[in-house]
């Protein structure tokens, strides 16, 4: 019997993180668990609440308040619910995405969310997706990746995501965006965006969703194999 395992893929924004997992879990039959999404439903509920993205001990208190969950519904599509409410398409926002990125680096909320992530993927049979899955939350996962790609192709895949969700922006402001989203993950004090050592690198610039996920489904499912 395979075993299933823990899978971690980190990146940076724009790297085709979210898709991948959303699909490499589809393919594997594993729980796909979005930790990014996590840390938006905590700047949602902290603008919701009109907290300052500034205030990391309430940030923290916020985090710790927050009833996160993930479900499956009949669109094919891994839904984010806060408090029992779906916010899924809430938590996309530039705002959203901007703020969530900020509160990341407090380690009030890192460690207040940090449990509920080991807690979710602890059994195994999960893809796990992140800046720091490989690195903190499950430094011993099974298999790592580290997907990464350049600035200008991660720019126009955001971009594409927005104008899916009838935001318009000039390309050079998402261009702009994304450099900004890359300074304040990797210079962050805690728990920076960083390949880990032991991850595959992979950059998908020039592959296809379905290149990248037929690539690491092929490695998890070997190591599957050999138990």
């Known amino acids: 019997m395979n075993q299933k395992l823990i899978v971690a893929i980190d990146g ?11 699909l490499l879990a589809r393919k594997l039959g594993y729980v796909h668990i979005d930790t990014g999404a996590l840390y938006r439903a905590v700047a949602l509920k902290a603008k919701e609440l009109g907290i300052s993205y500034d205030d990391a001990p309430a940030l923290g208190r ?12 009949n669109d094919d599509r891994n839904h984010v619910f806060l408090d029992g409410k779906n916010v899924s398409s809430l938590i996309r926002t530039p705002e959203i995405s901007m703020a969530a990125s900020k509160i990341s680096a407090y380690p009030e909320v890192r460690d207040a969310l940090l449990g509920l992530q080991r807690q979710l993927g602890e059994k195994g049979g999960v893809v796990l997706e992140g800046r720091d899955i490989g690195t903190v939350v499950f430094p011993n996962a099974h298999a790592k990746f580290f997907l990464t790609a350049s600035v200008d192709s991660r720019a126009r895949r955001r971009a594409v995501e927005l104008e899916e969700k009838g935001v318009y922006l000039d390309f050079e402001e998402v261009k702009k965006q994304v450099v900004d989203r890359d300074r304040g993950d990797t210079e962050r004090k805690v728990a920076p965006l960083k390949k880990a050592a032991d991850a595959l690198e992979v950059d998908t610039t020039n592959m296809t969703v379905g290149q990248v996920v037929d690539t690491l489904a092929m490695i998890v499912e070997e190591r599957s194999k050999r138990g």
Not at 12 to 22: D, E, L, Q
Not at 62 to 73: G, N, T
């Open 12 to 22: 940076p924004a724009g790297s085709g993180k979210s898709t991948v997992t959303h």
């Open 62 to 73: 916020c985090a710790l308040s927050c009833r996160l969950e993930f479900q499956w519904l």
